[in-house]
């Protein structure tokens, strides 16, 4: 019998964006710009289904693969949005038939300047040890860079 884990990590990221939050808040709330970060072509996933909801007290899901991999599945759950400040959302990730982790994140964006200053907050809880914390925090690091390449190409 496999011998069951858990794992728990927090980690925090900072970004500045030339951008004020209001631009870098769309990339969050409009379906069309949050495919485009996060699920696009840059990313190098192949996104199966996206039923995007970002509303409090509802869910996100997203089904996906690594260039023919294995499917993946991400679903969200929103627990606090004020535009343009702060967002907090649960989110629980599986790998095929395996759930592999649950976090809690918050993303606050603060006006800095001309742009802004946006901090991610993770709590995650890691099973089994179906994938390593350290790789979720440089993969979202990744992300959080090419929102900053997307945003300083947004008019």
Not at 65 to 85: A, E, N, S
Not at 93 to 113: H, I
């Amino acid at each position: 019998m496999k011998k069951l884990s858990v794992l728990h990590n927090t980690f925090f990221i900072e970004r500045t964006y030339p951008k004020p939050p209001a631009k870098v808040f769309a990339f969050f709330s409009d379906p069309v710009k949050k495919r485009r970060w996060l699920g696009g072509d840059d990313v190098g996933f192949e996104v199966l289904a996206f039923e995007p909801n970002f509303k409090v007290d509802q869910y996100e899901r997203w089904q996906y693969r690594f260039q023919g991999g294995l499917l993946m599945r991400t679903d969200i759950c929103y627990q606090d949005i004020v535009p343009d400040h702060r967002i907090v959302f649960i989110y629980t990730m599986t790998f095929g038939d395996k759930r592999a982790s649950s976090s809690q994140v918050t993303v606050e964006l603060t006006a800095n300047g001309s742009g802004t200053l946006l901090r991610h907050t993770e709590q995650g809880a890691f099973f089994d040890g179906t994938e390593p914390p350290e790789g979720r925090e440089q993969g979202t690091g990744g992300l959080l860079d090419l929102l900053g390449k997307l945003l300083e190409e947004a008019p």
